[in-house]
């Protein structure tokens, strides 16, 4: 349950900076479609939390499985600049 809490700190405060860094223009966070569905899977991260007796909401379990997007994007950027980088030095 620790390691839970962590890491649903870990993202929150990454929604936060994200946030913060559109400096007096905290709209622009919204344009992109990443940045909602992070701020969608951080919000059903601390919803059961919010929620007394939230044991029965099974569904948001599968949504915070949802996470696993994150790392998939992740990756598929960290490729795309690796293939960037090659296509530069050719």
């Given amino acids: 349950m620790a390691v839970t809490q962590a890491i649903s ?3 929150t405060v990454e929604i936060a900076l994200k ?3 559109c400096e007096s223009r905290p709209w622009v966070f919204f344009r992109s479609n990443w940045n909602c569905f992070d701020l969608l899977i951080v919000a059903t991260i601390w919803f059961p939390y919010a929620v007394e007796g939230s044991e029965g909401l099974a569904w948001v379990k599968v949504i915070r499985l ?3 997007f994150r790392v998939a994007r992740f990756l598929k950027v960290r490729g795309r600049k690796k ?3 090659k296509d530069k030095k050719r």
């Fill in 83 to 85: 293939h960037e980088e």
């Fill in 19 to 21: 946030i913060l860094g």
């Fill in 9 to 11: 700190w870990v993202f």
């Fill in 66 to 68: 949802m996470r696993l």
